[in-house]
């Protein structure tokens, strides 16, 4: 994910959801400011309230995890991690709002498959149900629908990033003009990297197109940040 989260929590996804999140929110502009209130709400992304609950645990366990790790948490990364949480959140809300749209959606049984096979709500080698219940309330500090809810949006999110990543892979003949590009015409060792290659020059043309993406709906969602006010400590 992006740099701090990457390093310092467990991603939930891996290999494309890594590639998609760096560096999607160059030139996708500044978010709308209220003085609104929203006391439970640190965004809204077209007229969805995004938790302050969910984004303060979120950047706790993110700090919590690099002090345990030997990081000093200066109040520069604090702030870092603060924007990265908050720009993570909304780009998945923006991306399950889309999904629904295009008609994706995720079952009962996909969301149960997620769950039971996460590791932290299993105990001897199985899902167990009370550690599940402790883990949601003391962890994320969430009931289980909200937490549910939380994982259905990012199980929908990550279909959409999965469509986009399909949609940009290359046939052979872009590949091989790709490689010679980059090898000032030469194709020593096409065959040998050809796979690794290959996948390489599609994420960074999946990323280019979820970044473009991105744009086009940042550009027709109304998104409100309420994070600078709080941080001001100015009225909700």
Do not use: C, W
Request: glycine letters at 6%; charged letters at 25%.
């Amino acid at each position: 994910m992006i740099r701090f989260l990457s390093k310092y929590r467990k991603p939930i996804f891996v290999s494309i959801v890594i590639v998609f999140l760096l560096g999607i929110f160059v030139g996708l502009g500044g978010y709308f400011f209220s003085n609104a209130d929203r006391s439970e709400t640190v965004a809204e992304v077209g007229g969805k309230k995004l938790s302050y609950t969910t984004f303060t645990t979120q950047v706790s366990r993110i700090t919590d995890r690099m002090r345990e790790q030997g990081t000093e948490v200066t109040p520069e990364q604090q702030q870092r991690v603060k924007q990265e949480v908050l720009q993570e959140m909304i780009i998945e809300e923006l991306l399950s709002q889309k999904a629904k749209e295009m008609g994706m959606e995720v079952t009962d049984l996909e969301l149960a498959s997620e769950i039971h096979h996460t590791p932290a709500f299993q105990q001897g080698g199985g899902f167990d149900q009370g550690k599940y219940f402790q883990s949601i309330r003391y962890l994320f500090h969430m009931t289980p629908r909200q937490y549910e809810e939380m994982r259905r949006k990012s199980l929908l999110s990550f279909k959409l990033r999965q469509f986009v990543f399909l949609s940009a892979k290359l046939t052979p003949g872009e590949v091989l003009a790709a490689y010679s590009e980059r090898h000032d015409g030469s194709l020593k060792d096409f065959e040998k990297q050809k796979a690794e290659f290959s996948n390489t020059v599609q994420q960074e043309r999946a990323l280019q197109l979820l970044n473009f993406y991105l744009r086009g709906l940042s550009a027709k969602v109304d998104i409100r940040s309420y994070l600078e006010q709080r941080e001001k400590g100015l009225p909700q």
